[in-house]
């Protein structure tokens, strides 16, 4: 069973400081790894995605990702209030384009 | 670009009714799959689509769920009895990937219907 684990949270964050939203993950042939954005009420809404190890940087988002450690992280620099939603984790194989959601982790920006 | 378009949005039913959703993905996207999402847990896949065949349907509830793309671009998700455990919201979402191949073919998502079954 492939699975995808995250902190429910909530994950409480004083606004401009960094947060950082961890994930881990089963299946060691896992090639993509996504991170969705989810505001209450809302769709998830793709943030960025990394497939080699290291970083990848996005604006105020950075994405790490350590394949020998199953795990990949989102850090989200001078955190805003709008930051604030569920974010999800998602994880992809190889040739195959389903996505092993895992169940998300609330942030709260407090002003 | 037009996002994915999803209908309708909300819909409330009395249990052992049906109803249907419809959705449509982003022009070319040759991937489509309908997710349920229920409260505070991740995307479930239902059934993912490759231009109009399934790919996997193997989470698809299939005595009361059905599903169909008929010519490779728009889907129908229908439900049929419907029970109370099918509240949750439907969401669309396609990808302008091909299976067999690499590459990370992201996923967009519709807006979603917010089901509720009473």
């Known amino acids: 069973q492939k699975e995808v684990e995250q902190n429910s949270g909530p994950l409480s964050v004083p606004e401009g400081a960094i947060a950082s939203l961890n994930c881990t993950y089963s299946?060691?042939?896992?090639?993509?790894f996504f991170w969705y954005r989810q505001y209450s009420g809302k769709s998830p809404e793709l943030i960025m995605f990394?497939?080699s190890n290291g970083d990848k940087e996005d604006g105020r988002f950075t994405a790490q990702l350590n394949k020998a450690s199953q795990y990949v992280s989102l850090l989200i620099r001078d955190s805003q209030p709008s930051d604030s939603a569920t974010y999800l984790c998602?994880?992809?194989?190889?040739?195959?384009?389903?996505?092993?959601w895992g169940a998300g982790t609330k942030l709260i920006i407090k002003p | 670009e037009a996002g994915v378009a999803q209908s309708p949005r909300y819909k409330i039913i009395e249990k052992r009714q049906s109803v249907a959703f419809w959705c449509n993905p982003i022009?070319?996207?040759?991937?489509l799959y309908w997710y349920q999402q229920i409260l505070g847990q991740g995307p479930k896949l239902l059934i993912q689509?490759?231009?109009?065949?399934?790919?996997?349907d193997s989470q698809l509830p299939k005595d009361r769920f059905s599903a169909e793309r008929l010519k490779g671009v728009d889907s129908t998700l229908k439900i049929q009895p419907a029970k109370l455990e099918d509240s949750a919201v439907y969401l669309c979402?396609?990808?302008?990937?091909?299976?067999?191949?690499?590459?990370?073919?992201?996923?967009?998502f519709g807006p979603g219907t917010r089901l509720t079954v009473t």
């Open positions: 979402a396609s990808s302008s990937g091909l299976a067999g191949g690499g590459g990370a073919y992201e996923q967009y």
């Open positions: 022009s070319g996207h040759a991937t």
């Open positions: 689509f490759q231009n109009n065949g399934v790919v996997d």
């Open positions: 299946d060691r042939g896992s090639q993509s």
């Open positions: 990394i497939y």
């Open positions: 998602a994880v992809r194989g190889w040739g195959n384009y389903q996505l092993i």
